[in-house]
């Protein structure tokens, strides 16, 4: 007996493909100067969930680094894409990143 693997919907597929070349060259192991040290514990992916919370005040660099882990958690965990979705973590990234692109873009426009 076997699992199906999941059938995505193709603009899922087109999400993932746009959201690698977005994400390259960002090292999703690696902490960020911006991350938090919680309990003298520096970040670290070993373990690590994302919460809703963690997304409204999310860097760009952040954002990224999770868009890379989305991608390699389902390279390892069939089905992690869909369980991040249902979950509103993409939603929630996604939110996030186009908040910081109308904020760099309002910044621009009183240059």
């Known amino acids: 007996m076997s699992m199906p693997y999941p059938d995505y919907d193709p603009k899922v597929l087109q999400f993932m493909e746009a959201s690698s070349k977005f994400t390259d ?3 999703p192991y690696a902490p960020l100067p911006e991350d938090k040290v919680v309990n003298g514990v520096i970040f670290s992916v070993s373990g690590t969930t994302f919460p809703l919370e963690f997304f409204r005040e999310a860097t760009l660099n952040q954002i990224r680094r999770y868009l890379r882990l989305l991608e390699r958690g389902e390279r390892f965990c069939d089905g992690h894409i ?21 904020s760099n873009v309002n910044s621009s426009a009183k240059l």
Do not use: P, Y
Not at 82 to 102: H, M, P, Q, S, Y
């Open 25 to 27: 060259g960002i090292d």
């Open 82 to 102: 869909e369980g991040e979705f249902r979950d509103g973590k993409v939603v929630a990234a996604l939110t996030r990143l186009a908040e910081i692109r109308n």
